[in-house]
Nanobody, 123 residues
Framework: HVQLVESGGGSVQAGGSLRLTCAAS????????MGWFRQAPGKEREGVAA????????YYADSVKGRFTISLNNAKNTAILEMGNLKPEDTAMYYC?????????????????WGQGTQVTVS
């Protein structure tokens, strides 16, 4: 089993930046990809960014390309989401997730392990 704990959320003005961190523990050798998802009030959860642990492949939602960057520190079992030029429409609960599948990308159905989420509010 894998436990994921997010941190770094908060409130920021439009145009600002935030850094989200996801710390993994437990069977950290059991997943191939870590991702970030978000869910805004009244909307479905959507994929934001994902990155494979074994190479440099990364995937981003079109809405965040050029503004968000996902990075992994495999030695520390962490995933970081750097968010820049934030917009009010980025307001959501952000979740970290991990998947053992090879082709998970931003398909949330492929993700087995989920954190509790951290709130990001942009005004």
């Amino acid at each position: 089993h894998v436990q994921l704990v997010e941190s770094g959320g908060g409130s920021v003005q439009a145009g600002g930046s935030l850094r989200l961190t996801c710390a993994a523990s437990g069977r950290t050798d059991s997943y191939n990809v870590m991702g970030w998802f978000r869910q805004a009030p009244g909307k479905e959860r959507e994929g934001v960014a994902a990155r494979y642990t074994g190479d440099d492949k990364a995937y981003y939602a079109d809405s965040v390309k050029g503004r968000f960057t996902i990075s992994l520190n495999n030695a520390k079992n962490t995933a970081i989401l750097e968010m820049g030029n934030l917009k009010p429409e980025d307001t959501a609960m952000y979740y970290c997730a991990a998947s053992p599948e090879q082709w998970a990308e931003l398909n949330q159905q492929s993700y087995t392990y989920w954190g509790q989420g951290t709130q990001v509010t942009v005004s």
